[in-house]
């Protein structure tokens, strides 16, 4: 039996369709790969085999019944959920002790997106507390190990996702991005990982961190696979106020186009002594193989970058102090009693959330409070509005922007779990995109020599222009091979 | 290509050389209590730390030149006010509702007494 991980989700679909392929046994190749692999990685949190051969048993009858199937381009398709986005009758700890026999009771749009597609949902993935991280390690439920050396971390906070998807455990999964949390775990494993523009797909059913930040986006083993997910997941939904009535473009369809042409900008700020040596020749390599196929490439300015990373920590901090308000005992998850409401608040939230949530949650409360709002806040949403003008202004000379996806490649399991600043440090260079609500992607680039771990480069597009961002990743990928190595 | 010496800074330095935030002006008890969090001891000397730092890296937001015109942004997208018809739809059953909730009772959620 071939790799199942090798075989793109168009040409897996079109096997299913035509007979070729059975449901069943694709699903029962990756239990098989998620029983080998997975208790070492831990990748996954939460596994219900039950449910995964009740979905394919209902997906071939769907097949038998002779029913159109066109519609359906995920059909049969095993798909991970990083464990924020609800999937009804199943769980959602989003990785917190606050969460942990939280079951939901309904479906987020884009699950219903996907099981309308055919899709095989398989598996929850781990992720950092509420999403809340750089490398999967606030996990309640315990660490995530890179697939391609097991000292290592495989980023975060979809961390999960991102190594489910590298060590071929399914064909794709969903995951998150506040900050950066799908393109830094797929640049850490060695996969694609796609944020899209803000408003671009529904975030009903994510469970919110900070609501002008998040994005749910695929983490898969190729662009193409990308384009697939993101033509499902897409569009306009009356339940999210924030998701945006755009029309949803034929991305995979798209994909193949020459790029000659094509402006691609390099922001003098992310090329910098600070980079990793071998970061830095991966992402000049990428570089010149733009220029092979003949795009043009230019420097170009964003001077605001370095306070980004400031920007980001007020505003995501305020958004999350507000949004996990929720969580007091009441009306679901962890509950510790007190002799008054106030009590029950205080010790429920002191013994169901972990330190980064609490320290998180202190700063935005702070930022937010009386006597403070202006000088934190309301600043830090000026500052952002500088951050948007750079790159407005740099996509007047480009039509988009090419970055490393991360300085370096993953770092060792607790290497900075005991200071914050610098795990946050991480963020760098994928923090802007949701500032500015771009869309952005992370695909493989090269590895470093010693020990061997993926690198990532990071393109970045206007929002709402998918369709080249895409385009330009998939001719780089096309031209490239660092797409097929897999590291078990 | 030129440098930003700021951004060197940000990806290679240890975050002891920050100035430590003026600690007596950030009250840890005070924030903690406005967001019902209950903390250790450890906690509170812990977090308390870990928080000023972070409070003063982010304080060189105050060295940004800000023009007079320059309009806060809560949102990425120039959205405002959306709407929908003030139409009853369906939504969570009652059921629903309370399927995870820690302490119920009569279809009601139960909580500790709060008017004596």
């Known amino acids: 039996m071939s790799?199942?991980?090798?075989?793109?989700?168009?040409?897996?679909?079109?096997?299913?369709?035509?007979?070729?392929?059975?449901?069943?046994?694709?699903?029962?190749?990756?239990?098989?790969?998620?029983?080998?692999?997975?208790?070492?990685?831990?990748?996954?949190?939460?596994?219900?085999?039950?449910?995964?051969?009740?979905?394919?048993?209902?997906?071939?009858?769907?097949?038998?019944?002779?029913?159109?199937?066109?519609?359906?381009?995920?059909?049969?398709?095993?798909?991970?959920?990083?464990?924020?986005?609800?999937?009804?009758?199943?769980?959602?700890?989003?990785?917190?002790?606050?969460?942990?026999?939280?079951?939901?009771?309904?479906?987020?749009?884009?699950?219903?997106?996907?099981?309308?597609?055919?899709?095989?949902?398989?598996?929850?993935?781990n992720l950092d507390e509420f999403a809340m991280g750089s490398s999967t390690e606030t996990s309640s439920l315990g660490l995530t190990r890179n697939p391609w050396n097991e000292a290592f971390i495989p980023g975060g906070s979809s961390g999960g996702s991102a190594a489910a998807v590298s060590a071929g455990l399914c064909a794709a999964a969903l995951g998150s991005d506040t900050g950066g949390s799908i393109r830094q775990p797929a640049s850490f494993c060695g996969c694609v990982g796609l944020k899209p523009s803000y408003g671009r797909v529904s975030r009903y059913g994510l469970t919110a961190f900070a609501s002008s930040l998040d994005q749910i986006g695929p983490l898969t083993r190729s662009v193409e696979d990308a384009a697939v997910m993101l033509e499902t997941i897409a569009g306009y939904d009356p339940k999210d106020s924030t998701s945006v009535?755009?029309?949803?473009?034929?991305?995979?369809?798209?994909?193949?186009?020459?790029?000659?042409?094509?402006?691609?900008?390099?922001?003098?700020?992310?090329f910098v002594d600070g980079l990793a040596e071998e970061t830095r020749s991966a992402v000049d390599q990428a570089i010149q193989q733009f220029e092979n196929l003949g795009a043009e490439i230019q420097e170009v300015s964003l001077p605001h970058t370095e306070f980004a990373i400031a920007t980001y920590y007020v505003i995501c901090t305020a958004e999350a102090s507000a949004n996990l308000a929720r969580f007091d005992g009441i009306r679901y998850g962890h509950r510790e009693e007190g002799k008054d409401p106030a009590e029950l608040y205080a010790n429920t939230r002191g013994s169901g959330f972990g330190a980064e949530v609490k320290r998180r949650i202190i700063l935005g409360t702070y930022v937010l409070s009386s006597g403070y709002y202006d000088a934190y806040y309301l600043r830090a949403q000026k500052v952002r509005t500088l951050i948007r003008k750079d790159f407005e202004?740099?996509?007047?000379?480009?039509?988009?922007?090419?970055?490393?996806?991360?300085?370096?490649?993953?770092?060792?399991?607790?290497?900075?779990?005991?200071?914050?600043?610098?795990?946050?440090?991480?963020?760098?260079?994928?923090?802007?995109?949701?500032?500015?609500?771009?869309?952005?992607?992370?695909?493989?680039?090269?590895?470093?020599?010693?020990?061997?771990?993926?690198?990532?480069?990071?393109?970045?597009?206007?929002?709402?222009?998918?369709?080249?961002?895409?385009?330009?990743?998939h001719a780089y990928e096309q031209a490239t091979s660092w797409h097929h190595e897999m590291p078990v | 290509?030129?440098?930003?010496?700021?951004?060197?800074?940000?990806?290679?330095?240890?975050?002891?050389?920050?100035?430590?935030?003026?600690?007596?002006?950030?009250?840890?008890?005070?924030?903690?209590?406005?967001?019902?969090?209950?903390?250790?001891?450890?906690?509170?000397?812990?977090?308390?730390?870990?928080?000023?730092?972070?409070?003063?890296?982010?304080?060189?937001?105050?060295?940004?030149?800000?023009?007079?015109?320059?309009?806060?942004?809560?949102?990425?997208?120039?959205?405002t006010n959306v709407t929908r018809p003030d139409a009853v739809k369906p939504s969570l059953s009652q059921q629903e509702a309370l399927c995870n909730a820690p302490a119920q009772g009569n279809g009601l959620f139960m909580v500790p007494k709060i008017v004596e």
């Open chain 2, 1 to 79: 290509m030129d440098q930003t010496p700021a951004l060197v800074l940000l990806i290679s330095r240890p975050s002891d050389n920050l100035v430590g935030m003026s600690e007596e002006t950030f009250d840890i008890h005070y924030v903690a209590k406005l967001a019902r969090l209950n903390l250790t001891e450890e906690e509170f000397k812990t977090m308390g730390t870990q928080v000023a730092q972070i409070l003063s890296y982010v304080e060189q937001l105050q060295s940004v030149e800000l023009g007079d015109d320059v309009v806060p942004t809560a949102h990425p997208i120039p959205m």
């Open chain 1, 393 to 473: 202004q740099a996509f007047k000379q480009v039509d988009l922007l090419l970055t490393p996806t991360v300085p370096s490649t993953a770092f060792k399991i607790g290497e900075k779990a005991a200071d914050p600043l610098q795990m946050y440090l991480t963020d760098i260079f994928t923090i802007s995109a949701n500032l500015v609500g771009n869309c952005g992607i992370s695909l493989p680039c090269g590895f470093s020599s010693d020990p061997k771990l993926p690198i990532g480069l990071q393109l970045m597009g206007k929002p709402f222009e998918e369709e080249t961002l895409l385009q330009a990743a």
């Open chain 1, 245 to 270: 009535q755009a029309p949803v473009g034929h991305y995979s369809s798209a994909l193949g186009k020459e790029i000659k042409g094509l402006r691609i900008g390099l922001p003098k700020e992310y």
């Open chain 1, 3 to 125: 790799e199942p991980s090798s075989h793109s989700i168009r040409s897996q679909t079109a096997r299913i369709q035509s007979g070729e392929q059975s449901v069943h046994s694709l699903l029962d190749s990756f239990l098989e790969r998620i029983e080998t692999h997975n208790p070492r990685i831990h990748a996954l949190t939460h596994l219900d085999q039950e449910d995964a051969r009740k979905q394919a048993l209902q997906i071939e009858k769907t097949i038998q019944s002779g029913q159109a199937l066109h519609n359906k381009p995920l059909l049969g398709i095993p798909i991970a959920i990083k464990d924020n986005i609800a999937q009804q009758g199943h769980p959602l700890s989003c990785a917190s002790n606050m969460l942990k026999n939280f079951v939901s009771p309904y479906d987020a749009t884009v699950i219903a997106a996907l099981k309308e597609a055919g899709a095989l949902l398989v598996g929850r993935a």
